[in-house]
């Protein structure tokens, strides 16, 4: 392999957050022998990047699902794929009309009309700092990584498919966690980011690996060369998978790597 791209949550991180030493030194050892890494999460640059802060020198980030790559330390910027001003203008109304509690990305800053416990929860758990626009007219008129709906996980289904059934033209939704809808521009994947990046770096994507757990993997799961599932990752996301390691919390990514990182 000559690239490997890890999803954060669920997979590089533990469920406590934290990425294992075992997954530390293997990362490492690879790397000196010339494998390039990437991370690749639906998460905001700004919560990735202290996240990985250290694991290498320089590590390429791809964030919001794929609609933005940026290297961690030198802070090149890659790709850019915002949903345009008033590209979201339909379902942003209908999400603000029912009360659902959604958020938008706008300048890598995490955005909201309302503020719910949902928000809270989700701010307290990721690091992101909260910031208030009440004005609903400014929403659709900003240009946004993405839109984040927070709900229960016995509702989400039904609230994805109101979603999805009033979405403006160009936009699409998927999961990257129980709970949590993402809209996104239909042509934003984590596959189509990671096949840009590979091709920046002269890298064949026969030569990539992908590893991840949640429908938002599925993309660069299906797009590399070789495709690994967590031992912790839906049936779908198994599925789509060349091979399935153990979960994040037993070092699934560390037996990724032993396996297909040196070949």
């Known amino acids: ?4 791209a890890m999803d954060l949550d669920g997979t590089l991180l533990r469920s406590d957050k934290s990425i294992s030493d075992a997954a530390i030194e293997v ?13 690749a999460t639906g998460r905001m640059f700004q919560t990735s990047q202290p996240v ?45 009309e029912w009360g659902m509690v959604f958020q938008a990305y706008i300048d890598d800053q995490l955005w909201v009309a309302r503020v719910a ?46 979603i999805d059934g009033v979405l403006d033209p160009g936009l699409r939704t998927m999961l990257s966690s129980p709970g949590m809808i993402e809209i996104v ?18 890298i064949s994507m026969d030569n ?12 660069m799961l299906r797009a590399a060369g070789i495709g690994v599932a967590m031992g912790n990752a839906g049936d779908d996301v198994k599925a789509e998978a060349d091979y399935i390691v153990a979960s994040n919390d037993d070092d699934g990514v560390v037996e990724a790597l032993e396996r297909f990182a040196f070949l």
Not at 1 to 4: E, P, S
Not at 118 to 135: C, F, H, L, Q, R
Not at 185 to 202: I, P, T
Request: proline fraction near 3%; glycine fraction near 8%; aromatic fraction near 8%.
């Open 185 to 202: 521009r239909s042509d934003v994947s984590k596959g189509r980011a990671l096949s840009h990046l590979a091709s920046s770096m002269g």
């Open 1 to 4: 392999m000559r690239l490997v």
């Open 52 to 96: 990985v802060d250290g694991l290498l020198d320089e590590l390429p980030i791809i964030a919001y699902n794929g609609a933005l790559i940026k290297y961690s330390n030198c802070g090149l910027t890659l790709l850019r794929l915002p949903i345009a001003a008033r590209g979201g203008e339909r379902v942003v109304r209908f999400m603000w």
């Open 117 to 162: 416990p949902e928000t809270v929860a989700y701010s307290e758990k990721y690091g992101a700092p909260i910031n208030v626009m009440e004005d609903i007219e400014e929403f659709v008129n900003r240009e946004a990584f993405k839109y984040l709906v927070l709900d229960d996980e016995e509702r989400i289904a039904d609230v994805r498919k109101a």
């Open 27 to 39: 990362i490492r050892e690879a790397h000196s022998r010339g494998v390039a890494f990437a991370v």
């Open 208 to 219: 990539v690996m992908a590893i991840g757990d949640s429908e938002n993997d599925i993309d």
